[in-house]
């Protein structure tokens, strides 16, 4: 057994344990104190080793990414709209036509170890090609892969899914990098693809799914009216079906009422989302996966995410992808809700990047806190001697270079 001793040590479970310790035995926590009482376990024989000013932390969840789209980084400039941008990326995807073409999956192999660099554990990526499943598996990565599909109009929306299913079954996914299916918005789903999807992730207990939800203006315009630029996108696309009747209310109320979201969903984005929307996700059980330096990027507004804590719903942390977000850092995301929602404990959102994550992916009996019998997957960031508050201190903007995965 190994005790790593540090100034600090942040169970998420429990308050920050300043000059503390955490046991590791083979790769797996055996129990976490202060230092006061190590000298009788330190005379039981344990390998001490003192990491001195760092704080050791579990290691941090990105619950929503789409690491295909690595490649994109810095090609689609911002807009003030979210369709423009939408637009940008269908047309730099165009330019790519081979899902697994070279510069896409080094790109993806590159992403990865920026993840990991930045303290990432746990990754929910979400794939319209499944190129990134490869190197997921081959990687110090835990996750979930999601096969999103987007098919708005289709003669066969039970065909739909049945194939997207065989293609998930023929993955053979692993205990570490799981698979599931998501829907990729209520505006660009059929109704009978939603239930679909439902339906087959219903057939396993444990699946998460996921959904891009109430992000923008136009999408909140074209569930209430059926008009709108997501409208006109779907026309010029030859996507339009012109049997779809506009569910009116929100986004949210209609998968509520559509029997969609439960507590195995994660809704991302949340951006335009109102007080009695937040109130249906906390009903449900559903978690909101807040991304806000892509929002900003894309358009789509500024979330409101006091008011998301305020609400009662889990709020867990993704960075999107780098065609929206400049890195995959959940700590750069952190900082990012710090300076957007003052009101908010350092904790609250250290938790929603760590145990709030893992357990909206399925990990949480792995990752996400400092506890006996979870998995020793931790890293230590340096803070200054003279940290008081440490929480507040590591949702401050911490940089890669602060990081270190402790080698157990």
Not at 252 to 277: I, K
Request: proline share 7%; with cysteine; aromatic share 6%.
């Amino acid at each position: 057994m190994i005790r790593y001793r540090a100034s600090w040590v942040l169970p998420i479970a429990g308050p920050p344990i300043r000059d503390g310790w955490v046991v590791v035995d083979h790769g797996r926590i055996v129990a976490v104190g202060r230092r006061a009482t190590t000298e009788r376990a330190a005379a039981a024989g344990d390998l001490e080793r003192d990491l001195g000013r760092v704080a050791i932390m579990p290691g941090l969840v990105n619950a929503h990414t789409h690491l295909e789209l690595s490649y994109l980084r810095g090609r689609i400039p911002p807009a003030d709209e979210f369709v423009s941008w939408i637009r940008g990326v269908m047309a730099a995807r165009r330019e790519r036509p081979d899902p697994a073409g070279p510069e896409i999956l080094l790109a993806v192999h590159d992403g990865i170890a920026e993840a990991v660099r930045c303290g990432t554990a746990v990754v929910g990526d979400i794939s319209n090609t499944l190129v990134a499943f490869g190197p997921l598996t081959g990687s110090e990565l835990a996750g979930v892969l999601f096969y999103e599909l987007i098919r708005f109009n289709t003669p066969d929306p039970r065909g739909v899914v049945e194939e997207a299913s065989r293609r998930l079954d023929a993955l053979a996914p692993t205990e570490r990098v799981r698979t599931s299916l998501a829907a990729h918005a209520p505006y660009s789903v059929a109704p009978l693809v939603l239930r679909g999807i439902r339906e087959a992730v219903a057939r396993d207990p444990f699946a998460p799914c996921t959904v891009h939800l109430s992000e923008s203006r136009a999408e909140v315009e074209f569930i209430a009216t059926g008009r709108g630029e997501w409208r006109r996108l779907l026309e010029e696309l030859g996507s339009w079906d012109a049997s779809w009747v506009p569910p009116g209310g929100s986004p949210v109320q209609y998968l509520d009422e559509s029997g969609f979201l439960d507590g195995r969903v994660l809704a991302v984005h949340g951006v335009q989302m109102t007080g009695a929307d937040l109130a249906r996700l906390a009903a449900r059980g559903a978690t909101l996966v807040t991304c806000p330096r892509s929002n900003r990027h894309t358009g789509a507004g500024t979330p409101p995410l006091e008011q998301f804590y305020a609400s009662g719903v889990p709020v867990a942390v993704g960075t999107d992808s780098l065609a929206s977000a400049p890195d995959l850092s959940v700590f750069a995301e952190l900082a990012a809700l710090r300076a957007l929602a003052p009101a908010v404990p350092a904790a609250s959102l250290l938790e929603s990047a760590t145990r709030v994550g893992a357990r909206a992916l399925g990990f949480d009996a792995d990752f996400g806190t400092i506890e006996p019998g979870k998995r020793a997957r931790l890293i230590a960031v340096s803070v200054p001697d003279a940290t008081t508050d440490v929480e507040e201190y590591l949702v401050s903007g911490i940089l890669p270079e602060q990081i270190r995965w402790i080698e157990t």
